[in-house]
């Protein structure tokens, strides 16, 4: 019996047909659906006089644009102020009306970033094939689901047909062994991953990540790993499934029940690459060798661990490479050499689809309880990743704690991850950011963003700079 990969695996079992070329139509079983990528693609559905092929397979949440302020939420759409983004939410509901898709609106508990919502309603499923209108769909590889980003028109194809078009991608595997050291999160290992490949190292692979460390991690871990496939290039990033992925699944509201949930586990189980299937690249990573991590510059491989100094120009290995590096000094306003943990930060921004999940919460909680946010910050936002994240921080006091330490605590949305909505860094400002990219203007006009951990970002709120969070003395002077 030949041997195969999780993604070999995941698009076998959803194939309709294979052209000669190598182009394929594959079965989407779930397609996400948010305000900004899916309103042309519903007019092209209207001007087609199509319906969706299957409205069962379609959820739908705004989370771009969302304000994330308790008095503009409580005002609903018209406390959106600026017109397009008003726009955009109010046309996912209209949409939603029209064809008949359940939408967490705003004001739903349900609602929040998309990536959060799916596998937390258990929407996002082990063996599905799951698409959005959003490169980070990635995400939810991590539940063993061959999920990736597409385009507006392709979103109009799904909706219409149920089916992608797509050309087989190559298999990569990560291999993340032995332990993490104590307070090296999942974020960390992510952030130095795409340190050693490149923003580009990934392109045209399904990037499954294996080895000790994520068979130890959580499945919200395998989320935020997963979330920056996209960072490294590739489209998809997988963990296979083993029993944490089956219990993570069990219960929540879409997931199968009774007789159904029987049938599913016996497939799931079959969702992990075999023993010795091939791979056509395979990088090897010592998980004690991986610090907390601290982007310095304008993309996310311009990363290094928080105790080290940012590059020299002349560190450069070509000339490009002195010019990148020479740009990116220039747009962040650091000095070459300089010790990262000089960076001095304006704000802390703790949430995004990388890291707005219950446990995100609580690690930055447990890093800031009884402590204050430095007086030299402009502010902290907190922004839990949707109303079913802030429902369970709440019950476990983690609001009162962050609030305590000075910190403000938000409505769930994509926030200040990208400009896209009322929360923005200022020209020049630098943020400690738990999201997961760091380009210029990213976060606003003239924004630096620096990519950490949520508890990295905790630790440089309460510090006004860097610190390793992992020293136990961090807190001292
Ligand atoms: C707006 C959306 C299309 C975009 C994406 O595809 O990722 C956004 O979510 C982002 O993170 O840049
Ligand atoms: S949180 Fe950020 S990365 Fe995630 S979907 Fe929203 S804008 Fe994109």
Redesign the pocket.
């Known amino acids: 019996m030949t041997t195969q990969t999780l993604y070999d695996k995941l698009w076998a079992g959803h194939v309709v047909k294979t052209r000669e070329d190598g182009t394929a139509l594959i079965y989407i079983d779930r397609q996400l659906l948010h305000e ?2 899916s309103p042309q693609a519903f007019e092209g559905l209207r001007i087609a006089g199509r319906k969706p092929w299957r409205l069962s397979a379609n959820l739908a949440t705004p989370d ?1 644009n969302v304000p994330t302020t308790r008095n503009e939420r409580e005002i609903g759409i018209e406390g959106i102020i600026d017109p397009v983004s008003k726009i955009q939410v109010q046309t996912l509901d209209d949409n939603c009306v029209e064809y008949n898709i359940t939408e967490f609106k705003m004001d739903d508990i349900r609602q929040g970033i998309v990536h959060v919502v799916g596998p937390e309603q258990g929407a996002t499923l082990p063996g599905m094939t799951v698409v959005c ?4 769909t990635s995400t939810h590889g991590a539940l063993g689901a061959l999920a990736h ?1 597409i385009g507006t028109s392709e979103v109009e194809h799904v909706l219409a047909t149920g089916c992608l078009i797509q050309k087989k991608m190559n298999n990569m595997l990560v291999s993340v062994n032995g332990q993490l050291n104590t307070g090296v999160t999942p974020k960390d290992v992510v952030l130095h991953i795409i340190g050693v490949l490149g923003t580009a190292g990934g392109t045209g692979f399904a990037l499954e990540f294996g080895g000790q460390v994520f068979r130890d991690m959580s499945i919200e871990g395998r989320m935020t790993v997963c979330n920056m496939a996209i960072e490294a290039g590739a489209r998809a990033g997988l963990v296979s499934v083993d029993q944490k992925t089956i219990d993570y699944v069990k219960g929540r509201p879409f997931a199968p029940k009774g007789d159904h949930w029987d049938l599913a586990v016996a497939q799931w189980n079959e969702l992990h690459s075999d023993e010795g299937a091939h791979f056509d690249k395979v990088i090897n990573i010592e998980g004690s060798e991986i610090k907390p991590q601290v982007t310095w510059g304008t993309s996310p491989e311009m990363v290094l661990p928080v105790s080290a100094n940012v590059p020299f120009i002349k560190d450069g290995k070509t000339d490009t490479d002195k010019t990148s590096i020479t740009r990116a000094l220039h747009y962040m306003g650091l000095k070459e050499g300089q010790a990262i943990t000089d960076i001095k930060l304006d704000r802390v921004f703790i949430g995004s689809c990388t890291n707005s999940r219950i446990e995100d919460m609580r690690a930055a909680a447990e890093v800031v309880k009884g402590k204050k946010v430095a007086s030299t910050l402009i502010d902290a936002i907190v922004v839990p990743g949707s109303g079913l994240v802030k429902e369970q921080a709440e019950k476990e006091g983690l609001d009162k704690i962050f609030i305590d330490a000075g910190m403000q605590w938000r409505e769930p949305g ?1 926030s200040m ?2 400009a ?1 909505n009322a929360d923005k860094l200022g020209n020049g400002e630098h943020c400690a950011s738990t999201s997961n ?1 760091n380009f210029e203007g990213r976060q606003g006009f003239g924004g630096r963003t620096h990519l950490v951990s949520p508890a990295m970002a905790a630790a440089a709120a309460i510090k006004g700079h860097f610190v390793d969070v992992t020293n136990p003395n961090w807190a001292g002077e």
């Open positions: 900004v990528t771009h209108g959003d490169s980070h980003g994509c991850c990208l896209m990219r």
